[in-house]
């Protein structure tokens, strides 16, 4: 199993960014297994952002609603995250992980078929 991201970079406040998150043997593409994108910024806890599956299911924390999309090319095995209005707090390393699990207030990666790729850095530089 093998997610990488790409896409990461530096950009002003308002800027843009997509980044994509490529799979190979992993579950995404079967029924509506989620699928996320985390973040980290220094000294904070990682937190999940948004989730998709690949029939257009989708999850948002509330601080990126109205502001990052995700999306999927199925064919690919890829799945997307637009980012718009990005603002310094944005600023973190972004990471792809699934399958994702719902306990019924809070999704996290399935502890023994779970993998993360190795991340991409963000900057929103004001």
């Known amino acids: 199993v093998q997610l990488v991201e790409s896409g990461g970079g530096s950009v002003q406040a308002g800027g843009s960014l997509r980044l994509s998150c490529t799979t190979s043997?992993?579950?995404?593409?079967?029924?509506?297994?989620?699928y996320g994108w985390y973040r980290q910024a220094p000294g904070k806890e990682r937190e999940l952002v948004a989730a998709i599956n690949s029939g257009g299911g989708t999850f948002y924390a509330d601080s990126v609603k109205g502001r990052f999309t995700s999306s999927t090319d199925n064919a690919k095995n890829t799945f997307y995250l637009q980012m718009n209005s990005l603002t310094p707090e944005d600023t973190a390393m972004y990471f792809c992980?699934?399958?994702?699990?719902?306990?019924?207030?809070?999704?996290?990666?399935?502890?023994?078929?779970?993998?993360w790729g190795p991340g991409t850095q963000v900057t929103g530089s004001s």
């Open positions: 043997g992993s579950f995404f593409g079967i029924g509506d297994i989620m």
């Open positions: 992980a699934g399958p994702l699990r719902y306990c019924g207030s809070y999704y996290y990666v399935d502890w023994v078929l779970g993998s």
